[in-house]
């Protein structure tokens, strides 16, 4: 037997440990414990794929709103583009080109109807942003009118869709159209005639929106109206190339000669003139900063607005006192968050440690006891609250026919903060109790038994021995009522008042009533990294091992 | 050491009675005198009642009747921190959060002690168990038998004259056990302190004590030094529960004197001492230990015996035999040189000494 001991010395000396087979012992364990790790993996991948698919993926959509930003980019691309040259502190409003600019995103935005929700995403930033969105919605098509109507006046061929499509679609795509039609099925997709985009660029590219729009909604360009923004966009091609007849169908081609000719002559108003004609607003440069401060496709906007700060062109500055509201409910939240842990201490403390001391028929007594609360729904309890606290209720009665309180100053003990204190108390404090019971029911009684036999009195005995060792119970209590305090929603939204109400009220009226879904999320993130801060603090504090849940 | 001396009456149980339902008396009128320095065990089966009087001594439960007396004074109304009594627990009750050094200075520091005094008490308590080095260590860091050694020297450390302990080695594993048990008896004898230790272990009981007290269902059954405990067990129940032993049951037959005859149940007789039982005509119970009994020679009190079982020990060899119809007879037979070597099957000749074999209760 000597030696493969000898062996085996120099191996540990020398290298790594081989196994029997010569094969390094690492790589031998690894193998043995492959199987063993991939039927754990097999046995969690249900719950894994669930939480994933559920609850990971998307909290973690939610989270990206909070500086998803790409609607002002993607509705209106000319005018983020143009706005980049222009200096948002020279106090004037922006020149023609980001107007043209605007007038073209603003034409295919109305009539995709995204305008509005624009609009509305403007409108966190700087009220007013919305209606004024809505109202240029309506005025943009008058532009396009302006134009259709001169050039109407020279025939009326040109508000004809089928003349349009004949003149700017290619031939092969026009016959496809005409026999579609008759057949009353959809036409193909919409193919421009040969050398159109370079004659008449602008109308190429909007007439070409135009067909996809109304082919996707199952119409015929043939049949259709084109927008009113093709014929600003022929007025401009016209104007820059008045040679553009050659390009279009042969039998359409007289009309865009004599267009052509015509067009010089014809009335034209400046965008910027257009625009401010739609509304004086859009001569301030006010809101144009407001556009180009949010056209970048990730904003800091919703977490400043989160924290009552705001963009400005000074810079980030506190928004008006008056509207500071975020902060301060975020401390209003973490301090009746910490208020009601406290008191769940205060009043679990001493329920756990009989329940632990008490024998085991009596223990299971107060058990269920304690345990009712969860038996009944949050929404019945919290209800219940409101009957006993409110002005006219049950405790005020009682105080009233006892003599404590005048019939003419009763309590306000609901709709404030003593409500939700009270009411999130009573509803957590299982959460206090579990806890701490099973921590308390490990700690034998020999040990203040021997803390007295020691020489230690009854307090000193609890205080240097056995409370001590029920801090870890006290600690897993308190970040579970806090974590579950700091978030909770219904039962300050019940008995909360306004004074009472919590930060994940403001969240939920963000979700489902303004609907400004990127603050909701902004404010949910700062309240997870909250909670992560806090957790983070205790672990470096108390140390997360200390808790214990049983 | 007589028992009547007020001197030695260092700590008195007078007709104390114990019920915690108020239906079963778990410790029935109890006398117990325990003089100064004495190391006195009480040892019994579980539910004997042995662990409750140790509790009521200590302050932890309260006897519902009768009084407990520590230097002459009635305890019954002191609560356990004014008691100054050391205590040793069964699983030690070393307090986890406090380091070896802080559980030591525990009973000190509520005392009032100031710190060099506290540390120098420390010091030398740990030396005294040879666990100087440990102060820093938590207890969760130390042994089980590290851990016994702190909970004695916390006991200890406070001067207390009289120390409690509650089945102390009980975790341990044997040789630690035994080890451990020569040192607590060392520690008794140099410092001169008062010992009331429970067990269940007879052994643990005999190497250890001045005096055994025997419980069994809240009664002391014998109080007595380890060797009369063994050689001469006054009841039935002491016999069986002390050592090993063979017992026979039989009728009396006859007296004469300290001796009578004992028609023993399955044909034979035999003489034995009357230590603790009836008159002619009454069963009695005879109690014979296994060394007492000779093979193959013609005592007194012999007869036939058939071998069933060998178990080879080492040092001896058990062998159980059928005598007189009781087929659990032991034997124990010394392994020494040039001993006859029994065979399974084997019919001998059992025989012992009058004096061996003890009349008691049936």
């Known amino acids: 037997m000597a030696p493969p001991v000898s062996n085996m010395t120099d191996a540990t000396q020398t290298g790594p440990v081989l196994s029997a087979d010569g094969t390094p012992l690492k790589r031998s364990l690894q193998k043995a414990l492959f199987r063993q790790k991939m039927r754990a993996l097999a046995l969690i991948a249900p719950l894994l794929i669930f939480v994933l698919v559920t609850f990971i993926l998307p909290i973690g959509d939610m989270l990206f709103r909070s500086v998803e930003n790409q609607i002002v980019s993607a509705t209106i691309p000319r005018t983020v583009v143009a706005l980049e040259t222009w200096d948002a502190d020279s106090g004037e409003s922006p020149g023609e080109e980001v107007y043209a600019a605007f007038y073209w995103d603003m034409a295919e935005a109305v009539e995709a109807k995204t305008h509005t929700r624009l609009g509305g995403r403007l409108n966190y930033e700087m009220t007013g942003l919305s209606s004024l969105f809505r109202k240029t919605g309506r005025g943009v098509s008058d532009i396009g009118e302006f134009y259709m109507d001169q050039l109407a006046d020279l025939n009326d061929e040109w508000e004809e869709g089928a003349f349009l499509a004949d003149a700017l679609g290619a031939e092969s795509w026009v016959s496809a159209a005409t026999d579609a039609a008759a057949n009353d099925v959809t036409a193909p997709a919409f193919v421009l005639r040969d050398g159109v985009a370079d004659a008449l660029p602008l109308t190429a590219h909007i007439y070409s929106r135009f067909a996809a729009q109304t082919l996707a909604e199952k119409d015929s360009p043939l049949e259709e109206d084109p927008w009113e923004a093709v014929y600003t966009a022929l007025y401009q091609d016209l104007i820059s190339n008045p040679n553009a007849a050659s390009a279009v169908s042969p039998a359409a081609a007289n009309l865009f000669t004599d267009a052509a000719a015509a067009v010089p002559n014809f009335e034209n108003i400046g965008f910027k003139e257009q625009f401010i004609d739609i509304d004086k607003d859009w001569d301030d440069p006010e809101a144009w900063q407001t556009i180009q401060a949010y056209s970048s496709a990730y904003t800091a906007g919703y977490f400043l607005a989160a924290m009552d700060l705001m963009n400005t062109p000074d810079g980030i500055a506190r928004v008006d006192e008056d509207e500071r509201i975020y902060i301060r409910l975020f401390g209003r939240t973490i301090f009746m968050s910490l208020l009601i842990t406290g008191t769940c201490i205060l009043l679990g403390y001493p329920i756990a440690y009989l329940l632990s001391n008490l024998k085991v028929r009596h223990a299971n007594l107060l058990m269920i006891l304690v345990l009712l609360p969860f038996w009944t729904s949050l929404l019945v309890r919290t209800s219940a609250w409101k009957v006993l606290l409110q002005q006219q209720g049950v405790i005020n009665d009682l105080l009233v026919w006892v003599g404590l309180v005048a019939d003419d100053s009763r309590l306000q003990l609901i709709n404030n903060q003593l409500g939700t204190v009270i009411a999130m108390t009573h509803i957590l404090l299982p959460f206090m109790i579990l806890p701490l019971f099973s921590v308390m029911k490990t700690i034998p009684p020999s040990y203040v038994r021997a803390a007295k036999s020691l020489g230690a009195t009854n307090w000193t005995a609890f205080w240097r021995v056995y409370f001590p060792q029920s801090v870890p119970g006290i600690g897993a209590g308190s970040i579970l009522v806090f974590i579950l305090a700091i978030g909770y929603y219904i039962t300050p939204e019940l008995v909360g008042g306004t004074s009472g109400v919590f930060i994940s009220n403001r969240i939920a009226y963000h979700i489902s009533t303004s609907l400004n879904w990127g603050l909701a999320a902004a404010l949910g993130a700062m309240l997870l990294v909250l909670v992560l801060a806090l957790y983070w603090i205790y672990d470096k504090m108390v140390g997360i091992d200390n808790v214990k849940l049983g | ?362």
Not at chain 2, 95 to 106: D, K, R, S, Y
Not at chain 2, 166 to 181: I, N, S, T, V, Y
Not at chain 2, 348 to 357: A, G, L, P, R
């Open chain 2, 1 to 362: 050491m007589s028992l009547d001396s007020s001197a030695d009456d260092f700590v008195v149980f007078d007709h104390v009675q114990k019920s915690y339902d108020g239906e079963v008396l778990v410790v029935k009128d109890l006398n117990l005198n325990i003089a100064k320095g004495e190391f006195v065990t009480m040892l019994g089966p579980s539910g004997s009642g042995k662990t409750t009087c140790l509790m009521m001594l200590a302050g932890f439960e309260v006897a519902t009747h009768g009084d407990i007396r520590l230097g002459g004074k009635s305890i019954n109304n002191i609560p356990p921190h004014k008691r100054g009594i050391g205590m040793v627990f069964q699983n030690y009750a070393l307090f986890p959060h406090m380091t070896v050094g802080e559980n030591l200075a525990f009973p000190l520091e509520v005392r009032g002690m100031n710190k060099s005094e506290r540390e120098a008490k420390v010091k030398r308590a740990l030396e005294m168990v040879q666990m100087g080095d440990f102060a820093g260590r938590r207890p969760a860091q130390l042994s089980g038998g590290q851990q016994q050694r702190i909970a004695l020297a916390r006991a200890l450390v406070f001067d207390a004259e009289l120390v409690l302990m509650d089945e102390p080695l009980g975790a341990l594993d044997k040789q630690l056990r035994e080890h451990m048990q020569y040192e607590i008896k060392h520690i008794h004898d140099n410092l001169g302190i008062t010992v009331v230790y429970v067990t269940h272990d007879q052994s643990e009981a005999l190497t250890m004590s001045d005096r055994v007290a025997v419980f069994n269902d809240g009664v002391i059954k014998q109080l007595a030094p380890p060797d009369d405990l063994y050689e001469r067990p006054e009841n039935a129940f002491v016999a069986q529960f002390i050592g090993e032993n063979n017992k026979l049951l039989g009728t009396i037959t006859g007296r004469e004197g300290d001796i009578v005859s004992v028609d023993v149940e399955g044909g034979m007789t035999s003489k034995a001492l009357a230590v603790n039982c009836g008159g002619v005509g009454e069963k009695t119970m005879l109690s014979i230990r296994p060394e007492r009994v000779t093979l193959n020679s013609d005592g007194p009190n012999g007869t036939e015996a058939l071998v069933k079982e060998l178990i080879y020990l080492g040092d001896h060899i058990r062998c159980r035999m059928t005598v007189s119809g009781h087929d659990d007879f032991i034997v124990k037979v010394p392994n020494a040189a040039g001993h006859q070597h029994l065979v399974v099957g084997e019919r001998t000749k059992v025989s012992w000494q009058t004096e061996d074999c003890r009349a008691l209760d049936a």
